[in-house]
């Protein structure tokens, strides 16, 4: 064999190699594999179309913001608590910077309420998880014409009986509404979360 037909037989090699490569990575993005990350690395969370998935790790990995316990019926008891988490990372920049990094993940875990007179008094505690908010923060503008993308942000509501699926459709008129209150504070309620205090 000469030099000339042994580079093509490495070159043929090659290719093949590269075909079994590339039927490997199209084999393992089936349907029940984690979507495949935006292509910059934005965020393990969020899909290079804009798709938002629930962080399942959050109760390992993210640390405790703080919490609401809110009487969602005007004269009626506290009927849930609102306990908000975030990634250590993004906690750490915001009490650096005063502002929440690119890729930030807020959690929103909303419970039912458990309420008793204990040694302590008439003590609540959260229940049942019934669903979850999630807000990822975007500071480039990745997704423009994304109805879940706008103001900095990803907007995502998870549900307990179904939680991989996001059921909102349009966080103009699911969420931003009730967020304008918060709007000085890059949209997010900075008051109840002592951890971003420094
Ligand atoms: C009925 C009004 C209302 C709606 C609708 C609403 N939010 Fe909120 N959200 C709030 C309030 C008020 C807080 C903070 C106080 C609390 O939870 O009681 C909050 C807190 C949050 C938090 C915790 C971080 C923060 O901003 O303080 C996340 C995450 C969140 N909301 C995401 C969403 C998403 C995503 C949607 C839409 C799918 C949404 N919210 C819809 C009123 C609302």
């Not at 109760?59 to 809110?70: I, K």
């Not at 669903?131 to 900095?152: E, Q």
């Not at 997010?188 to 002592?194: D, H, T």
């Amino acid at each position: 064999m000469n030099t000339k037909s042994l580079g093509r037989l490495a070159a043929g090699l090659l290719a093949a190699m590269a075909l079994v490569a590339a039927t490997v990575a199209l084999g393992s993005s089936g349907r029940d594999d984690p979507p495949a990350p935006a292509a910059d690395n934005f965020s393990p969370y969020v899909t290079k179309d804009g798709v938002i998935s629930r962080p399942t790790d959050y109760r390992d990995t993210f640390e405790y913001l703080g919490s609401y316990a809110v009487a969602t019926k005007p004269d009626r008891p506290l009927d849930e608590m609102h306990v908000v988490y975030a990634r250590p990372e993004d906690i750490r920049a915001y009490r650096r910077d005063g502002k929440f990094p690119d890729g930030a993940t807020l959690v929103k875990e909303v419970t039912g309420i458990g309420s008793e007179r204990l040694t302590t008094g008439q003590s609540h505690w959260a229940a049942d998880v019934k669903l979850w908010f999630v807000m990822i923060k975007d500071a480039k503008g990745r997704f423009p014409g994304n109805d879940l993308w706008g103001d900095g942000w990803g907007w995502a509501l998870f549900l307990a009986k179904e939680p991989a699926r996001n059921v909102a459709t349009d966080y103009s008129s699911d969420c931003r509404t009730c967020h304008v209150p918060a709007r000085k504070d890059d949209w997010v309620y900075v008051r109840g979360y002592p951890a971003l205090k420094k």
